[in-house]
C-alpha cells in the first residue's frame, strides 16, 4: 500500500513540475507591432487579414464532416461481418444507411447543398 502511495504521489510531482515548466517556457514575453501584424511578403498589408468567409463554405464544410464521422462508424460494420448473425448485421447496416439518407434528404430539401443563391 505505501508502495503504491509512493508511486503516485512521485507521479503526480513529476506531472506537476512538467506542467509549471511548459508553462514556463510557453510565456510570450516579447509582443510588437510588427510580430502581431500579418505578414504579406515583407510589405504592409493592403487589407484586413481577417476578412469573413462564406457562410455557406462553413456549412459545407460542417455537413462534410457530419458525413467523414459517419462513413467511419460504417466502417466496424465490414469487420464485425463474421463474428455477428447475419441478419442483424443486416439490418442494423440498412438502418444505418437509411438513417443518412434521410439526412442527406433533409439537407437538400433545405437547400443547405446549394452552393450558389
Known sequence: MLLIL???SLTVLICSILMILAWLVSKKTIS???KLSPFECG???KGSARIPFSLRFFLIAVIFLIFDVEITLLLPLIYIMDLS????????GLLFLLILLFGLYLEWH???LEWST
Open 6 to 8: 509512493s508511486i503516485s
Open 32 to 34: 510588437d507591432r510588427e
Open 43 to 45: 510589405f504592409d498589408p
Open 85 to 92: 448473425n447475419i441478419v442483424f448485421w443486416s439490418w442494423t
Open 110 to 112: 433545405a437547400g443547405a
